[in-house]
């Protein structure tokens, strides 16, 4: 769809083009179609020469958004994180021209097994080099993700899905409470490392064979195999035989990464952290993400509905294999699924809780 021209913003945006010269003023503008953030994502057109670039509007209660995105671009550069550049900038207007990463996602683009394995195993290697950021900038970017955070965005879940669905089952109520406060414990006894903090498929693009990281401007302080939980578990493309073999790499490579000698053997040190947490952290992420899609669907973006099963399935699959809940796969799985299944037509409604 293009900019029209009695759209907000439209004349201002013009203008900062032509005064900048990052891109044609009179070139074509197309919106972008993002999650449901109040950011505006247009792409620049030149016919010219047949290039693009992305244009990202702010509003004005969302200029922290705008410059943590900027600092956090430079600190990922600076790690040889694929991102996209900014070429130019306006801080009054919060406006950025950014390069064009490209219609194509690892979560949109359907591509061969090895293709994808590929593709994967490009994000699985940008692991290690995250832990080459300095900590102390990250520190001043974004406070940590700590129990606090976690749980949050449990309660929420617990608002939207858990709560409602579990309503006349106090007991296996109580038991998913009781395992989802052991997963933080765990989480918050382990060893922070620096996190991208949303690292799943649909932020990330390809462009000419090369995965780009976007939506980066959360990057924190977290527990140690949450990238990975996010990447391998949310709006997940992978067969179980590859998410396999990507696990077994991915967590002895942050391990590797964060080898300190003063905490070398200890219970939330390198080869306790990354291997120990994983699995809890699929167990908070996926948990996360069915209170997410159900926030997007009252917002109205139901797109992500289709996508809780497999959340679900994953934050059983977690609680099993991390020893919580062993039964989790028989007992709470199909409950919560059927929940699902027979308020899907409702997500979005108003008799959504």
């Known amino acids: 769809m293009s900019l029209a021209a009695e759209d907000p913003g439209f004349e201002a945006l013009r203008q900062w083009l032509r005064a900048t010269g990052v891109g044609p003023a009179d070139g074509r503008i197309r919106h972008l179609v993002g999650d449901v953030s109040r950011r505006r994502y247009l792409r620049l057109e030149d016919p010219d020469s047949r290039s693009s670039l992305v244009l990202a509007i702010y509003p004005e209660d969302m200029s922290d958004a705008y410059q943590r995105f900027e600092a956090t ?4 550069q600076e790690a040889a994180i694929p ?54 900038a990250v520190e001043r970017i974004n406070p940590p993700l700590d129990r606090t955070l976690l749980q949050r965005e449990l309660d929420q879940t617990w608002e939207l899905f858990f709560g409602p669905a579990l309503s006349d089952r106090p007991s296996l109520q109580r038991r998913l409470q009781q395992s989802l406060d052991r997963v933080l414990h765990v989480l918050e006894s382990a060893a922070p490392i620096v996190c991208h903090r949303d690292l799943m498929a649909r932020n990330l693009q390809i462009a000419d064979g090369v995965v780009v990281v976007l939506d980066h401007q959360d990057l924190r302080m977290g527990p140690p195999g949450y990238d990975l939980a996010s990447l391998l578990h949310d709006s997940l493309r992978l067969s179980p035989r590859q998410r396999r073999l990507l696990e077994q790499g991915a967590t002895r490579q942050v391990a590797g990464s964060q080898r300190q000698p003063d905490d070398l053997g200890s219970e939330t040190g390198p080869d306790g952290g990354a291997a120990a947490c994983y699995w809890p952290c699929v167990v908070q992420r996926t948990a996360k993400i069915v209170g997410t899609f159900c926030s997007f669907a009252l917002r109205g973006g139901r797109r992500h509905l289709p996508l809780i099963p497999a959340a679900i399935e994953s934050l059983c699959e977690g609680l099993r294999e991390a020893n919580i809940d062993t039964c989790a796969e028989r007992d709470l799985a199909p409950v919560l699924l059927d929940y699902w299944s027979a308020n899907l037509d409702d997500f979005g409604g108003a008799r959504l809780p």
Do not use: C, K, N, W
């Open 73 to 76: 671009t430079a600190l990922l």
């Open 83 to 136: 991102v996209p550049r900014i070429h130019a900038r306006d801080d009054g207007l919060r406006f950025m021209a950014l390069d064009d990463a490209g219609a194509r996602s690892l979560y949109g683009e359907p591509v061969g097994a090895r293709e994808t394995e590929r593709l994967y195993r490009q994000v699985v290697e940008m692991l290690p080099r995250l832990q080459t950021i300095d900590r102390s």
